[in-house]
């Protein structure tokens, strides 16, 4: 794909993330903490970063990461129909 193809796309592809109200970016950070204790079992880390507010929240479970990333998007939908609403008003 040529430079300028490549960018057509790049472009495209972030007006339709920006205009895609029921969707968010995230980003996943995930590790093993060393115990304190030798011998027990490392303990799983990670944190969830919505890049749209910059809510972090913090996980210890790795089977929760997307259970958390379910339950931001749904969570915004209700705000963002409400805002749309809004918008609609004010260009009466």
């Given at each position: 794909?040529?430079?300028?193809?490549?960018?057509?796309?790049?472009?495209?592809?972030?007006?339709?993330?920006?205009?895609?109200?029921?969707?968010?970016?995230?980003?996943?950070?995930?590790?093993?903490?060393?115990?304190?204790?030798?011998?027990?079992?490392?303990?799983?880390?990670g944190?969830?970063?919505?890049?749209?507010?910059?809510?972090?929240?913090?996980?210890?479970?790795?089977?929760?990461?997307?259970?958390?990333?379910?339950?931001?998007?749904?969570?915004?939908?209700?705000?963002?129909?409400?805002?749309?609403?809004?918008?609609r008003?004010?260009?009466?």
């Open positions: 794909m040529s430079a300028m193809k490549h960018s057509e796309t790049d472009s495209a592809i972030r007006r339709n993330l920006a205009s895609d109200r029921n969707s968010g970016s995230f980003l996943v950070r995930v590790w093993y903490e060393a115990r304190e204790a030798s011998g027990e079992e490392p303990s799983f880390r944190y969830i970063r919505n890049l749209q507010t910059g809510e972090e929240r913090f996980v210890r479970d790795p089977k929760t990461v997307s259970e958390q990333i379910v339950r931001q998007v749904e969570g915004a939908a209700p705000a963002r129909r409400t805002e749309r609403a809004h918008e008003r004010a260009t009466r």
